[in-house]
């Protein structure tokens, strides 16, 4: 007797043992994101290999479900629904974060951080502050642009240059301290630094007599980096040799725990 074959209906179970059309419905939705939050159908179509009204049908569910809203050109865009989960998602992974930060609070002894890239911003998710009366302070939820710190460095390490100086382009280079790099060629010379040595500085940049050290979270489900923060004076050469190896291997930890699932 003759099987059915599961490739045939967005409702048959995939390989992986999850539901076909929902790997489908985020699959797509994830390639909006990766085009910039704006796509045609076409171009869903060339880059997933799924035939048009199979993409069709999945995007006017999505449209449906406020996930996806279709424009006046036609196209489809990334709809205002998904800011909740975003907002929602990025708290819990400021939770899980927190007890590698507090790891690296007790072996470093300065203030831990991690922050996401969101849009052309910063946005600091989780903080465990040092316990040295001399400390550093950033707020959860605060925004700052890329070019001045750590954390924006190792962020965009990575990128392409063209798409490092669009968003250059987008937010400017404001000073914030006479030691901020405010030209593109600058940024981009520090990132090849970055590259190079496997985390990032920030050196007086942020703010004066501040130093920070930062690296990125290996294939973490969003752009993330962790870093650690401190008095220049506490924070030396001396020091940068003994800190980067505990953020480098903090970070691959926190990387592992966010690939880990859980059993169905």
């Not at 409702?11 to 699959?27: H, I, N, P």
């Not at 196209?75 to 400021?94: K, M, N, T, W």
């Not at 001399?134 to 190792?154: D, I, Q």
Request: charged share 20%; hydrophobic share 40%; glycine share 8%.
């Amino acid at each position: 007797m003759p099987t059915s074959s599961a490739s045939t209906t967005d409702s048959a179970k995939s390989t992986t043992g999850g539901v076909q059309s929902l790997e489908r419905a985020f699959d797509l939705l994830e390639r909006m994101a990766d085009a910039g939050g704006e796509v045609g159908l076409s171009e869903l179509s060339a880059s997933s290999g799924l035939p048009l009204p199979t993409i069709h049908r999945l995007m006017r569910t999505l449209v449906a479900c406020g996930y996806v809203r279709q424009q006046p050109n036609r196209r489809y865009a990334l709809g205002p629904r998904l800011i909740r989960l975003g907002e929602s998602a990025s708290r819990l992974l400021g939770t899980w974060a927190r007890p590698f930060l507090a790891r690296l609070v007790e072996e470093t002894g300065e203030t831990a951080n991690m922050a996401l890239l969101d849009g052309d911003e910063i946005v600091y998710v989780a903080q465990v502050p040092s316990k040295h009366s001399m400390r550093m302070f950033t707020e959860v939820g605060r925004r700052v642009l890329p070019h001045s710190t750590g954390v924006g460095k190792a962020l965009l390490a990575n990128v392409p240059d063209a798409e490092v100086r669009a968003l250059l382009s987008r937010t400017g280079m404001p000073a914030a301290t006479e030691k901020t790099i405010t030209t593109p060629e600058g940024f981009l010379a520090a990132l090849a630094d970055v590259r190079q040595l496997g985390y990032a500085v920030d050196d007086n940049e942020q703010e004066i007599g501040v130093r920070c050290l930062a690296v990125s979270v290996p294939d973490s489900p969003t752009a993330a980096a962790i870093s650690i923060s401190g008095p220049a004076g506490r924070v030396t050469e001396a020091a940068t040799d003994k800190i980067v190896p505990v953020l480098q291997q903090v970070a691959g930890e926190l990387s592992e725990a966010l690939a880990s699932q859980n059993p169905a």
